[in-house]
């Protein structure tokens, strides 16, 4: 079997909003290891559906929303059933942190020494209030 373009290349993901994930999709499809940084702390709503726990009764009242579950089923685990989670996931491998804590930035940091590329899309300033902005991470 040919190998992926992108084989070897790590890249890290601290993304949310569609250009992120997708941008994220298209280089794991080519074949890329994406590595997606998630916060149990804030729901994104936006891909992993919109709230964590639906009962099976208010999807199937929810028309086009409550279709984004296979058979408009939540099921047991609802945030890996979405759609557009899927969809954008797709080929991605992914663990939660908490970045408001110190061991959070130091987990994102160790990935970071050992990753090739970096891609997010949060509001400017953001990852620097964190500690894991682009002028920390390159010095790792």
Same mark, same amino acid.
């Given at each position: @079997?040919?190998?992926?373009?992108?084989?070897? =290349?790590? =890249? @890290?993901?601290?993304?949310?909003?569609?250009? &992120?994930?997708?941008?994220? @999709?298209?280089? %794991?499809?080519?074949?890329?290891?994406?590595?997606?940084?998630?916060?149990?702390?804030?729901?994104?709503?936006?891909?992993?559906?919109? @709230?964590?726990?639906?009962?099976?009764?208010?999807?199937?009242?929810?028309?086009?929303?409550?279709?984004?579950?296979?058979?408009?089923?939540?099921?047991?685990?609802?945030?890996?059933?979405? %759609?557009?989670?899927?969809?954008?996931?797709?080929?991605?491998?992914?663990?939660?942190?908490?970045?408001?804590?110190?061991?959070?930035?130091?987990? =994102?940091?160790?990935?970071?020494?050992?990753?090739? =590329?970096?891609?997010?899309?949060?509001?400017?300033?953001?990852?620097?209030?964190?500690?894991? &902005?682009?002028?920390?991470?390159?010095?790792?």
């Amino acid at each position: @079997m040919a190998s992926l373009p992108l084989e070897g =290349v790590r =890249v @890290m993901a601290n993304t949310y909003t569609w250009a &992120g994930p997708y941008a994220g @999709m298209v280089l %794991a499809d080519l074949g890329a290891e994406v590595i997606l940084i998630e916060s149990i702390q804030r729901w994104q709503w936006n891909t992993r559906g919109f @709230m964590a726990r639906p009962s099976k009764a208010l999807v199937e009242t929810l028309g086009s929303i409550g279709g984004a579950y296979p058979n408009k089923d939540p099921g047991e685990r609802p945030w890996n059933r979405h %759609a557009m989670f899927n969809s954008a996931a797709r080929n991605k491998h992914s663990f939660t942190v908490d970045l408001m804590k110190p061991e959070g930035v130091e987990i =994102v940091r160790r990935l970071a020494s050992i990753s090739d =590329v970096l891609i997010e899309n949060s509001s400017p300033g953001v990852m620097d209030k964190l500690g894991v &902005g682009y002028d920390d991470l390159r010095m790792v």
